[in-house]
């Protein structure tokens, strides 16, 4: 019997053991249950975390997108305005020029007003010293010239026609016979020929009768030219001593010294002409005689330059005889250098 029962034993079905084997299929069919879920969940996040990235990049590309934009913009107009402030620029300096011009016309024209408000003022004196009208009282000067006639004395002599002004010129007999068209001219035209030798020797150191012979062979040729003899002297280099006054009163002329030297003859230079006459120590003043030499081109504009601005000042211009005539009279073999206003005592300066 109990082999019956060992027998029945193994007989029994498998049915009998599958709970064991059911367990085992649940926790496997757990397991990949979760495990489903574990992946679907972790694709829906890998899925959504992926949208969101698309989104993002998608607003990035947007933002980068826009920006190009804005800065393609911004150079276009960056560059408009640089065409814009260049044409700013052409018409600026455009402006400007003519701006300059402008004013370069307004200080022409004040120039040109200034030199014709001279002018006028210069006209009206003129005029004065055409009219004659002139006494002792008159703001007197006489211009002086010597050694010549040379190449400058006719435009001297229009110059001075231009303004109606009377000098006095002491030539050279030598020089007469080279110009005795001018010495006639002078005459002609109101000036005074005075005799300054015949070759500008120094008469101090001449006998009595080479004093004569030098002085009267220059007489002769202006007497010759201009009908008469000359009335004033005037020794080259301003030397003389009492032989040279003698002949002159016998000769019956002064003798013509000058208080104004313009050293003309030495710094052969206009403005340094005009210092000296204007600003010189012995300057110019009412009853002057004013030294020249009218053999040089530099005496020649200087002299021009101070007869305007003589004139300018109120001088009327007189030859050497009328000068001393109007202020204290004249005498033959005297030395004069001025020809200043009496004082108001009586006794002569
Ligand atoms: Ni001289």
């Known amino acids: 019997m109990p082999l019956l029962e060992k027998s029945k034993i193994e007989s029994i079905p498998l049915k009998s053991r599958p709970r064991k084997s059911r367990g085992w299929l649940i926790t496997s069919l757990c397991l990949i249950t979760a495990l489903t879920v574990a992946v679907v969940t972790l694709s829906v996040n890998v899925v959504m975390r992926s949208k969101e990235y698309q989104q993002q990049f998608s607003l990035q590309a947007q933002t980068l997108s826009d920006l190009q934009q804005q800065l393609a913009a911004l150079q276009t107009q960056q560059q408009t305005d640089a065409a814009r402030l260049e044409e700013q620029d052409k018409t600026i300096a455009a402006q ?9 016309q ?20 003129i005029l004065a010293q055409l009219s004659g009208n002139v006494t002792a009282d008159s703001k007197l000067v006489a211009l002086t010239f010597d050694d010549g006639p ?18 006095t010129f ?5 020089k007469v016979d080279q110009y ?8 002609a035209e109101g000036h005074v020929v005075g005799n300054h030798s015949y070759g500008h020797q120094n008469l101090k150191k001449l006998s009595p009768e080479g004093i004569r012979s030098e002085m009267d062979a220059c007489s002769a040729r202006i007497e010759q030219l201009i009908g008469h003899q000359p009335l004033v002297m005037r020794c080259p280099g301003g030397n003389y001593n009492d032989a040279v006054k003698a002949y002159a009163a016998e000769a019956k002329m002064p003798i013509i010294q ?3 030297d313009t050293r003309d003859w030495e710094s052969r230079d206009v403005n340094a002409i005009l210092t000296t ?5 012995y300057r110019v003043q009412d009853g002057s005689i004013v030294l020249m030499h009218d053999i040089y081109g530099t005496t020649l504009e200087a002299s021009i ?16 005889p009328q000068l001393l005539a109007l202020r204290g009279g004249i005498r033959s073999g005297e030395v004069y250098t001025a020809a200043y206003k009496m004082p108001a005592e009586g006794t002569p300066q």
């Not at 005795?180 to 005459?187: D, N, S, V």
């Open 96 to 104: 400007q020029a003519t701006l300059a011009e402008r004013d370069k």
């Open 106 to 125: 307004i200080r022409d024209l004040q120039t040109q007003i200034a030199l014709l408000e001279g002018q006028e003022a210069l006209n009206k004196m």
């Open 150 to 167: 040379g190449p400058y004395t006719a435009q001297l002599l229009d110059a001075m026609k231009q303004r109606g002004i009377p000098g």
């Open 170 to 174: 002491f030539v050279l007999g030598q």
């Open 180 to 187: 005795p068209a001018l010495i006639q001219r002078m005459a």
């Open 258 to 260: 000058w208080d104004v």
């Open 277 to 281: 006459t204007f600003e010189g120590r």
């Open 305 to 320: 330059q101070m007869m305007d601005r003589l004139l300018l000042e109120g001088y009327t211009f007189v030859t050497v």
